[in-house]
């Protein structure tokens, strides 16, 4: 039987790749295994129902991975994730050498650094897999898609990461502005989404008397100031105590997060400049994408759903993300999803 370029691509870099994910805990930094460690071994007795840390001790836990050297957890671990992306499908140019697929080669590299211990982002990947099912299924309508994916986000929202919960608001915001006609949509909508995450801020800063940057970037930060691993944190240069400098906060986060250009100072770091590409280019194909899906809404209407999931998670980060590292971890969190932004025109040839 012969095997597609394409495919006999995916498989390689998966091997290799497997490779990666065996050898991370001999090669890393301690830095990377903080998470993982807090998850393992649960000193603190936070095993839970409720919360992510607490939910991904319990799972870890129940699976018996917890008591699993970290090299056998990645080599566990690390197909699992690339037989999901397998079953979402291979695109069929994969094999060829262009920015797209440069992207996922460097993609699947860092679901081997970041997924090879225990990670909140393992279960991130797998929970997000169905909204990628739902719309590559013709069979599944527009509408039960959309009511599906709002309430997975809410109820991950709920159980584990609170920001999830902003995202069908922010997502639902932007396609609501985004039917207004005017110029530059794309760029406006985005914009537009930002303001519905400063509202809901101020919104949190009424009722609980602190902006949500206060309560998450900088109450990690702040302890972190001027340690070996703060290199890449993100400080805003206004003070987010105020209503004003919160707004500030939140659009200066966001661009450090997803534009990153400041980061290029980081010259000597050559894993955060290559973090800081991956992520600029990243940003700007998935741009193009999203203006091209808001043009055609009609034809694109399931993938205008899974850019406008990405692109309110891209919002969200921008007042929760304290470094640049963690900012590219959480994203790998929902790399299906941004493989299939990625990829839809391919996926749309193998269903007719």
């Keep these: 039987m012969k095997i597609k370029k ?21 090669v890393l930094p301690p830095k990377f295994f903080y998470d993982a ?14 919360g992510s840390y607490p939910l991904t001790i319990l799972f870890y836990k129940i699976s018996g991975l917890r008591y699993l050297p ?41 679901i081997a650094i970041f997924i090879s211990m225990p990670s909140k982002e393992f279960l991130t990947f797998l929970y997000v897999v169905p909204i990628v099912l739902m719309c590559k299924n013709d069979q599944v309508s527009l509408q ?23 995202m069908p ?33 101020f919104s949190h800063g009424v009722i609980k008397g602190k902006y949500l940057s206060e309560i998450s970037r900088n109450v990690v930060n702040d302890g972190r100031m001027g340690s070996a691993d703060a290199n890449s944190i993100i400080i805003s ?49 998935l741009l193009v994408r999203f203006a091209k899906c808001l043009k055609e809404r009609i034809r694109y209407s ?10 309110s998670f891209f919002i969200v980060q ?5 470094d640049l590292g963690t900012a590219v971890r959480h994203k790998i969190g929902i790399f299906p999803l941004i493989y299939f932004a990625l990829y839809y025109e391919s996926f749309r040839k193998e269903l007719q």
């Design 169 to 201: 608001i922010i997502g639902g915001g932007m396609y609501a502005i985004s039917l207004i006609s005017f110029k530059n949509k794309t760029v406006k909508t985005i914009f537009y989404g930002l303001l519905i995450a400063v509202f809901l801020s």
């Design 70 to 110: 970290f090299p056998v957890v990645g080599l566990i671990q690390f197909p699992i994730l690339m037989y999901v992306l397998y079953k979402i499908g291979i695109p069929e140019t994969f094999e060829k050498i262009n920015v797209k697929n440069i992207l996922v080669y460097m993609g699947i590299l860092m």
């Design 318 to 322: 921008g007042m929760f993300e304290p």
């Design 237 to 285: 240069p206004v003070k987010t105590d105020t209503w004003y400098g919160e707004a500030i906060g939140i659009f200066y986060g966001f661009f450090t997060v997803n534009v990153p250009v400041n980061g290029l100072k980081h010259l000597f770091s050559p894993q955060i400049i290559v973090f800081i590409i991956w992520q600029l280019l990243l940003f700007y194909i």
């Design 144 to 166: 039960k898609t959309i009511i599906v994916t709002v309430l997975m986000l809410l109820f991950f929202g709920a159980v584990y990461r609170p920001y999830y919960a902003f």
């Design 302 to 311: 399931k993938e205008l759903l899974v850019l406008l999931v990405i692109f």
């Design 6 to 26: 394409s495919t006999a691509t995916f498989l390689l870099l998966a091997m290799a790749n497997l490779v990666v994910a065996f050898v991370s805990f001999f």
């Design 37 to 50: 460690a807090t998850i393992a071994y649960d000193k603190g007795n936070e095993i839970g129902y409720l």
